[in-house]
């Protein structure tokens, strides 16, 4: 597939913004059940913030995907078939309580409800949390089906997919709040970093899976039955039009194996290992510009990580386009 | 219920591209909107086309065949397409099995074109929607056209009738009887996506003619030792008088 950079960095920010989120909530979590003290409400504000204008980024990228952006609202149209639409209507509405979540603490406004048996109590924020929690993830899953729902783009037909999904926005959303505690809240920055560098490996583990997974493909679509005639030798001689056309330029990277292997070694290195490294360097020195800086290099290998997704996925349709004479 | 299709038989096209051609003309004359051109008289011509001709070489030399295969939308029974399209632009009609896109609902997400296996669809670079072939459905309703004219443009093209079109439901309509009798296969049947399109394979016409055919064994005329005059060996009127 041709990677489209509008895609790359909707699913990329995205990805980012609902792992801040989910670490937001994870610190508030602890607090509310008494392992941690009480945070500032600044810390939640300014996180919530932080992931609100990344997940408006995320849409906005996405908006140069589309041929009629002013139309993009019917896309929610069919959520009972559609991935991409349950992905259009959870988008908006995660935003939504996103921002409302980081309005409740940084106004103060946060009522108490009820009292949980273990005495922790539910609050506004609490609630609020709770439902962007479980939208969080809906947006992990639809973002990620919308891709592994596809039964003949075979790289992308694994719940691995999903998985990666969930591992790599976590990963660059924990470190990033790492490196937002480290200037708001010190005092968590440890256990957000720490989270941070686990859900890294776990990311790598998963993404160096799909890397396993798909190297041992084999095609199940061939000249063969693409054309239905059984020989064994095929050569396709003109694929009927000599100047491109949209199934030449959208379905093929156009870039060299070599390329290709390069990119998987960058973001093999760039979102994980020195990731990690600087993680444990910010988390034994305390030091928030080393979490800032993981963050960045870790969102870059990101951006390599999601281009070579695309890249690697090899269309059954690209059977019917091998020779243009 | 009805599934209208196109029925190709490979042993019949010679790879002439009238049916593509004709079907640009057609569409790109409707009332849905041109098919547009960019650079078409540039660098890189490229455009919108619902039907191409494609030829591969089948076998190894000298054994090679020349396959001409034209690739359109083969308006599947289960349309991959179709279900994951957000706006419900993309759909199958209940009525003919037509898979058809709504380009004014269309967002043009492309997300439909990776779903299908084929390449059958395209966006249009101008109008910035995903376009396929229609099976000429402003055509074939038109009851102001005869009979014969109420056919998809690409099958009233082609000059040496490779292309059949009807519904494959009906198993005494052409297409299907072509299906049945010429072993009509669909492509890309891995994916379940159930193309109502059909190719017919090639086949070697050969006559084969045995011995005893040309001289019936059991002639009678051998029996009674009487055979027919002038004898096989002997030349015959062709070859001895000039008229």
Avoid at chain 1, 49 to 78: D, Y
Avoid at chain 1, 166 to 177: H, K, M, R, V, Y
Avoid at chain 2, 65 to 89: I, N, Q, Y
């Amino acid at each position: 597939m041709h990677p489209a950079f509008s895609v790359v960095f909707l699913t990329t920010l995205i990805g980012a913004g609902q792992g801040l989120f989910l670490a937001l909530f994870t610190v508030e979590s602890y607090a509310a059940f008494g392992l941690l003290s009480p945070q500032p409400d600044d810390f939640y504000a300014l996180g919530s913030a932080i992931a609100f204008v990344l997940l408006v980024l995320g849409l906005i990228a996405s908006f140069f995907h589309l041929g009629h952006p002013e139309r993009a609202w019917r896309a929610a149209a069919k959520w009972r078939t559609s991935w991409l639409s349950r992905e259009v209507i959870v988008l908006p509405a995660f935003m939504g309580l996103v921002c409302l979540y980081g309005c409740a603490h940084w106004l103060g406004l946060n009522p108490v409800f009820a009292q949980l048996p273990s005495g922790a109590p539910v609050n506004l924020t609490a609630v609020l949390g709770s439902l962007a929690w479980v939208l969080a993830f809906a947006l992990y899953i639809c973002t990620g089906m919308i891709y592994a729902c596809l039964k003949f783009l075979r790289e992308w037909h694994t719940p691995l997919t999903v998985i990666n999904y969930i591992l790599l926005g976590g990963a660059s959303g924990f470190t990033l709040a790492a490196a937002l505690a480290a200037a708001v809240a010190p005092e968590v920055m440890p256990l957000l970093a720490g989270w941070a560098l686990i859900i890294t490996f776990l990311g790598l583990i998963g993404r160096a899976a799909t890397l396993i997974r798909n190297a041992r493909l084999k095609p199940k679509s061939t000249l063969q039955t693409a054309i239905g005639v059984k020989h064994p030798k095929i050569m396709q001689k003109s694929m009927g039009l000599m100047g491109g056309s949209f199934n030449t330029r959208e379905f093929f990277h156009g870039q060299s194996r070599s390329v290709l292997r390069s990119v998987k070694w960058l973001f093999l290195v760039a979102a994980f290992f020195v990731p990690m490294v600087l993680l444990a360097i910010g988390l034994s020195q305390a030091a928030g510009g080393v979490l800032l800086a993981a963050f960045v290099v870790q969102y870059l290998g990101l951006i390599a990580e999601r281009w070579f997704f695309f890249a690697q996925a090899n269309h059954p349709q690209n059977l019917y386009y091998q020779s243009v004479a | 219920m009805t599934q209208l299709a196109l029925v190709i038989d490979l042993n019949v096209c010679v790879g002439c591209h009238a049916c593509v051609t004709n079907c640009k003309e057609w569409n790109t004359s409707g009332s849905a909107g041109p098919l547009v051109d960019l650079n078409p008289y540039g660098k890189d011509p490229t455009g919108t086309f619902f039907n191409r001709v494609q030829t591969f070489e089948v076998g190894e030399f000298p054994h090679t065949e020349t396959v001409h295969f034209p690739k359109s939308c083969l308006h599947c029974e289960e349309p991959p397409c179709v279900p994951v399209c957000p706006t419900g632009a993309s759909y199958k009609r209940a009525e003919d099995g037509i898979v058809l896109v709504d380009y004014d609902k269309c967002i043009g997400c492309k997300y439909c074109s990776w779903a299908c296996p084929y390449g059958a669809r395209e966006l249009d670079e101008h109008q910035r929607v995903m376009k396929k072939c229609t099976l000429c459905v402003d055509r074939i309703y038109d009851m102001r056209l005869t009979a014969e004219e109420r056919r998809p443009a690409c099958v009233r093209a082609c000059p040496t009738s490779a292309r059949l079109f009807g519904d494959i439901h009906d198993p005494e309509s052409e297409v299907s009887k072509a299906i049945r009798e010429n072993g009509g296969y669909q492509l890309m049947p891995e994916w379940g996506t159930q193309p109502a399109n059909h190719y017919l394979p090639r086949r070697k016409t050969k006559l084969r003619i045995r011995e005893d055919e040309l001289e019936r064994a059991d002639n009678p005329l051998k029996i009674d030792q009487q055979l027919p005059k002038p004898g096989k060996a002997e030349p015959s009127l062709d070859d001895v008088t000039s008229w």
